[in-house]
């Protein structure tokens, strides 16, 4: 669409990131642990951590790379992946989990208070870039952007999942539940550091997450019938 009609490699790059990827954890978790409980809880974390986590840690930060105005060698963007914070996390992580290591219980309590702080911050740092202006030239692409995250990518799925490969059950509700969910925070914070249209961002958060509510229910109900 971007190439068609002509929109600013800003424009698109900033769709493709805040559109593509899911709130699977700050609203996925609850919402699942409350609609299918800890057997859902636990398919949504596998949705997550290797899947959702792994791709804005990886690929969004290659796409943000490559549609802003900085440089985008292979090496460019092989070290923003690998210097990215919350990727490096993620493989100390998996490196810990490989050699059996864990933290004293001490230190576990100090990273999880630490951790916690992490959602109230980004709602704030994004609340704060909000703006509710009527004249602005992003609301039509803002519902092009929730349109495509909320009801065009679970019901592509739901087609493939659901109608042609004839799949029902707890996992496939959850990870149709998951692919409904709103734009996602980290996923939106990328964007704006990288200057991919950062009122657009915070927009896509700002109105999807409450926009979400209604469309989430529209999709359980939907799924209460398969």
Same mark, same amino acid.
């Given at each position: ?179 409904? %969910?709103?734009?996602?925070? %980290? ?16 927009? %896509? ?22």
């Amino acid at each position: 669409m971007g190439k068609k009609y002509g929109w600013s490699k800003k424009l698109i790059g900033c769709l493709i990131i805040t559109a593509g990827l899911g709130n699977t954890s700050f609203l996925g978790f609850p919402i699942v642990n409350a609609l299918y409980g800890s057997e859902g809880l636990k398919m949504a974390i596998l949705v997550d951590q290797p899947g959702t986590f792994v791709v804005v840690s990886t690929l969004a930060v290659v796409v943000a790379t490559m549609y802003s105005k900085d440089a985008t060698s292979g090496g460019t963007i092989f070290k923003k992946v690998i210097l990215f914070p919350p990727f490096i996390c993620f493989l100390v992580a998996c490196l810990a989990n490989i050699l059996g290591l864990d933290f004293h219980d001490y230190i576990q309590f100090g990273l999880t208070k630490l951790g916690s702080l992490l959602t109230p911050l980004a709602i704030i740092s994004v609340g704060l870039q909000l703006h509710f202006d009527s004249r602005s030239k992003h609301w039509k692409f803002l519902w092009i952007g929730l349109a495509y995250k909320l009801f065009l990518t679970p019901a592509l799925l739901f087609l493939l999942y659901v109608v042609v490969l004839k799949q029902n059950g707890l996992m496939i509700q959850v990870v149709l539940i998951e692919a409904a %969910m709103a734009p996602m925070i %980290m996923a939106c914070i990328v964007a704006t550091s990288h200057g991919l249209k950062p009122r657009l961002s915070s927009m %896509m958060i700002g109105f999807g997450i409450p926009i979400s509510f209604v469309t989430l229910a529209f999709w359980y109900f939907v799924l209460q019938y398969i």
